[in-house]
T-cell receptor
Framework: GQNIDQPTEMTATEGAIVQINCTYQ??????LFWYQQHAGEAPTFLSY??LDGLEEKGRFSSFLSRSKGYSYLLLKELQMKDSASYLC????????????WGLGTSLAVNP | DAGVIQSPRHEVTEMGQEVTLRCKPI?????LFWYRQTMMRGLELLIY????????DSGMPEDRFSAKMPNASFSTLKIQPSEPRDSAVYFC????????????FGPGTRLTVL
């Protein structure tokens, strides 16, 4: 199958660092996306990993390990506005191009 | 750029009625995706188009659902007849191979079928 697993909920404190993990049981994909979705809004693009390793973009970083079948999103210097759902999605290109989505991790940032 | 535009933003209808959701993708994008999002099932791909041609409709739940893309700037998702279990948020997204396959989402249509 192509299961994408993420923790359902996480809680963290403002100013702290949090790591949101995503594990998958699939192979042959082109890359892995992370999206952020605030309550009542649309998902918005955060990062896209094609190669193994860490991609850093400001306070947010994303890591991919194909051999270990997991990715994580690292959020530093947490702010209240980071309270949102974080969605991991595996991307397949080719003739049948599609994203396979996890259910998302709801992150609550407390003062 | 205005981004992906969807209408209506909210729709409340009664069971058995026809519902039409509309989407205008980002200009220049050659892929258009229709998703449904619920708490229980998350984001589910219903159908996607490439250059206005439907490529994969395996996610369309039943014959009650249909989608069209008559031109590069417009697509519709129709449910006829609607049922309470169709209540969800429906997102349209567009993308392009020249933008590293990133999908850009519209604001969504929150559908409630009574």
């Amino acid at each position: 199958g192509q299961n994408i697993d993420q923790p359902t909920e996480m809680t963290a404190t403002e100013g702290a660092i949090v790591q949101i993990n995503c594990t998958y049981q699939t192979s042959g994909f082109n890359g892995l996306f992370w999206y952020q979705q605030h309550a009542g809004e649309a998902p918005t693009f955060l990062s896209y990993n094609v190669l193994d390793g860490l991609e850093e973009k400001g306070r947010f970083s994303s890591f991919l390990s194909r051999s270990k079948g997991y990715s994580y999103l690292l959020l530093k210097e947490l702010q209240m506005k980071d309270s949102a759902s974080y969605l991991c999605a595996v991307f397949f290109a080719g003739n049948n191009r599609k994203l396979i989505w996890g259910l998302g991790t709801s992150l609550a940032v407390n003062p | 750029d205005a981004g992906v535009i969807q209408s209506p933003r909210h729709e409340v209808t009664e069971m058995g009625q026809e519902v039409t959701l509309r989407c205008k993708p980002i200009s220049g994008h050659d892929y258009l995706f229709w998703y449904r999002q619920t708490m229980m099932r998350g984001l589910e791909l219903l159908i996607y188009f490439n250059n206005n041609v439907p490529i994969d409709d395996s996610g369309m739940p039943e014959d009650r659902f249909s989608a069209k893309m008559p031109n590069a700037s417009f697509s519709t998702l129709k449910i006829q007849p609607s049922e309470p279990r169709d209540s969800a948020v429906y997102f349209c997204a567009s993308g392009s191979t020249t933008s590293t396959d990133t999908q850009y989402f519209g604001p969504g249509t929150r559908l409630t079928v009574l």
